[in-house]
């Protein structure tokens, strides 16, 4: 194994444990909590690219899943029964998204044009299958137009990680570029 693979490995595994400290850093807002998950997993893509920033998340939505209590409110196989599950899978695209349109980047546009899209991705996950447990598993008659609607909450905490995220992602890759290549 060459040493940039192991930087890379350690690298990904720092950021699932940031990822998994965002997840407790956070607001209650509605049916799940403002976290600071999509924060760390979006400088993860910004920082490792797509293949170490995806890893960075697979690793942790899978150490979520094998029982660590690394997700807001615990861990294991039943949080699929979780209507912010979704969410937690959204990390995953949404990460490689943000890798894929800002990797190496330094424009502040582009890089918020990235999180940006990357966020929406997380949406496109997390509310679709919040739609899905809610209905099938807890029987809830919230409309879909209901569901996108109260998520609408989540927007201007979004756009704050947004805005520093494209203030502080240049800073971080001039910093670190000589350790992640």
């Known amino acids: 194994m060459s040493h940039k693979t192991l930087r890379m490995m350690l690298l990904s595994a720092l950021f699932a444990a940031l990822t998994a400290v965002g997840a407790f850093i ?3 807002a509605g049916p799940t909590s403002i976290t600071l998950q999509f924060f760390f997993s979006a400088l993860a893509g910004i920082l490792l690219g797509v293949k170490w920033g995806a890893v960075s998340q697979l690793l942790y939505v899978g150490l979520g899943l094998l029982g660590l209590p690394v997700f807001s409110m615990g861990g294991g196989l ?3 029964l979780q209507p912010s599950f979704g969410f937690l899978l ?3 695209p949404s990460t ?5 349109l800002t990797h190496r980047s330094a424009s502040r546009p582009r890089l918020f044009l ?3 899209l990357g966020d929406l991705v997380l949406y496109l996950f997390g509310v679709p299958y919040m739609y899905l447990i809610s209905h099938v598993y807890g029987g809830s008659a919230t409309t879909w137009m209901a569901m996108w609607a109260r998520m609408l909450v989540f927007v201007p905490g979004d756009l704050i990680k947004l805005v520093v995220l494209t ?3 240049p ?3 001039r910093r670190l570029g000589k350790y992640i290549q």
């Open 26 to 28: 956070r607001l209650p």
């Open 78 to 80: 039943s949080y699929l």
């Open 90 to 92: 959204g990390l995953i």
């Open 96 to 100: 490689a998204v943000i890798a894929a």
């Open 114 to 116: 990235g999180c940006l």
């Open 167 to 169: 203030a502080l992602s």
């Open 171 to 173: 800073i971080l890759q």
